[in-house]
């Protein structure tokens, strides 16, 4: 579970990010959060991965209490998130299999453990046939597709998915909240930050739109039909 209580950030220099936001996202929920650059999108997704602090309010993510969370318990706290970027971050050097694992092996994971949960989670991303393949053989929809089985590896309690269809093709844009939405079925919670208001509006579901430093909207809507 997420859940911000009255929760303000201001940068230096002034800066008002985020103005007393309250929200609260329950285990399992999907929700997409839209809104215009500079709104506060950024700020509440680094709020969440503690790479920023409240100047007011309190945040708690999976468990803990992000105001009174010790330095060396970070690692920890980061461990029940997967993070899906815009930009992939897939090392060029290894290979699709690699790339997954590393996660694992970074936390010291068992080699047995590796061995079987790194082929399941890229076939859960229909990726079976490219384990061997380098980033630099793949398009940018597979290269999206590893770094979401990234994110998956090590069974997050919750996927941040930031603009993650924001360079690829927009028809696969859909195949990719697709997955998503399947590995939100099976228990995970998924937040998607996007810009893409087709993408929102074919899918519907919760919609939080974060305004100036606020939340302006936050309802489910329902989706299209048609892609």
Same mark, same amino acid.
């Given at each position: ?15 008002? @990010?985020? $103005? ?10 999907? @929700? ?6 500079? #709104? ?10 503690? +790479?920023?602090?409240?100047? %007011?309010? +309190?945040?708690?993510?999976?468990? *803990? ?10 690692? +920890?706290?980061?461990?029940?998130? &997967? ?7 897939? /090392? ?16 010291? #994971? =068992? ?7 790194? =082929? ?8 079976? $046939?490219?384990?061997? @393949? ?6 940018? &929809?597979?290269?999206?597709?590893? @770094?979401?089985?990234? #994110? ?10 930031? %603009?993650?269809?924001?360079? /690829?093709?927009?028809?696969?844009? *859909? ?6 939405? &399947? ?11 996007? $810009? %893409? ?17 606020? /939340? #302006?909207?936050? +309802?489910?809507?329902? &989706?299209?039909? %048609?892609?």
């Amino acid at each position: 579970m997420v859940e911000f209580k009255n929760v303000s950030v201001v940068y230096p220099g002034g800066v008002d @990010a985020l $103005h007393r936001i309250n929200l609260k996202i329950n285990d399992g929920d999907f @929700a997409f959060v839209v809104g215009s650059s500079g #709104a506060g999108k950024s700020t509440l997704i680094k709020l969440i991965l503690k +790479e920023v602090n409240p100047t %007011e309010g +309190e945040v708690c993510v999976n468990g *803990y209490n992000l105001s009174t969370l010790k330095k060396r318990k970070i690692p +920890e706290l980061r461990r029940t998130i &997967g993070v899906v970027f815009q930009d992939f971050r897939l /090392i060029p050097t290894m290979t699709v299999y690699d790339n997954v694992a590393f996660v694992l092996r970074v936390i010291d #994971a =068992p080699q047995k453990y590796i061995r079987s949960r790194v =082929p399941y989670v890229i076939s859960l991303v229909g990726l079976t $046939h490219k384990a061997k @393949a380098y980033p630099s053989d793949l398009s940018g &929809g597979e290269q999206q597709r590893v @770094a979401l089985a990234r #994110a998956l590896v090590n069974d997050p309690q919750l996927i941040i998915a930031d %603009e993650p269809t924001g360079n /690829i093709d927009p028809a696969l844009s *859909y195949e990719i909240v697709d997955l998503l939405k &399947g590995i939100n079925a099976c228990g995970t919670t998924v937040l998607m930050v996007t $810009h %893409e208001h087709d993408i929102v509006r074919h899918f519907g579901g919760r919609i939080i739109n974060i305004n100036a430093g606020t /939340i #302006a909207f936050d +309802e489910v809507i329902g &989706g299209g039909n %048609e892609g």
